[in-house]
């Protein structure tokens, strides 16, 4: 295995007291209660314009996007921590020589702005968003075909790792192997190629390049 491949939400970063607090903002900028953020979490994987269309009913998808990320841009890097594990297994990772990016339907912006202030960001030969591809969020493949040719490497040389339904769909799309994490926030309906005990875990199955 020479590369691996990384959703962030959930996967890397624990990013849902932040997604919560700016959804919230949004809901009450057009009259709605505040929801849990358990509730929230259900909804979050497919791209911010379908979780403005689900999370905040009657509401212009595109104005309420944009309400969102002025919100977001201010809380974003205070309500977001890396996950258990996280930051020693992608430094590890990268000190052997594994080739690793990020693809996620998060903004590519906020994104890249999140991987430097969580230190990872020398880890990292890139970080991709939908931005990069014409916005063409996952389940689409196209953010996991970008990253395999960004890194130079064929998708049987490497693995996406996710945590969620979404992140397996787009795997399979892209012919790449999926490794699915024990954080995630909905239960995969279709198979992972693995699921792992702990992040901690891909220090012993990605032994380098």
């Not at 979780?51 to 977001?80: I, K, N, S």
């Not at 130079?152 to 996710?162: H, L, N, R």
Request: aromatic share 6%; hydrophobic share 45%; charged share 20%.
């Amino acid at each position: 295995m020479k590369a691996a491949l990384f959703d962030f939400d959930g996967t890397l970063a624990d990013s849902f007291a932040a997604i919560t607090s700016s959804t919230n903002h949004v809901r009450q900028s057009y009259g709605l209660q505040p929801l849990p953020e358990a509730e929230v979490c259900g909804f979050v994987g497919y791209g911010l314009a379908n979780l403005m269309a689900d999370l905040v009913p009657g509401a212009p998808v595109d104005e309420a996007v944009t309400r969102y990320r002025a919100h977001h841009a201010g809380v974003m890097v205070a309500e977001t921590r890396l996950m258990p594990d996280v930051g020693d297994t992608i430094r590890a990772l990268a000190r052997r020589g594994l080739k690793l990016a990020v693809c996620s339907n998060k903004r590519v912006e906020f994104t890249r702005e999140l991987v430097r202030a969580l230190g990872l960001a020398d880890c990292f030969a890139c970080v991709l968003g939908p931005d990069d591809v014409a916005d063409r969020a996952k389940p689409d493949p196209a953010m996991l075909l970008e990253g395999l040719t960004r890194l130079g490497v064929s998708a049987g040389d490497a693995i996406y790792v996710g945590d969620m339904v979404v992140d397996v769909q787009t795997a399979r799309a892209a012919g790449i192997a999926v490794w699915l994490v024990p954080t995630g926030s909905t239960e995969p309906n279709e198979p992972a190629d693995r699921v792992l005990t702990s992040f901690a875990e891909l220090l012993e199955l990605l032994p380098g390049a």
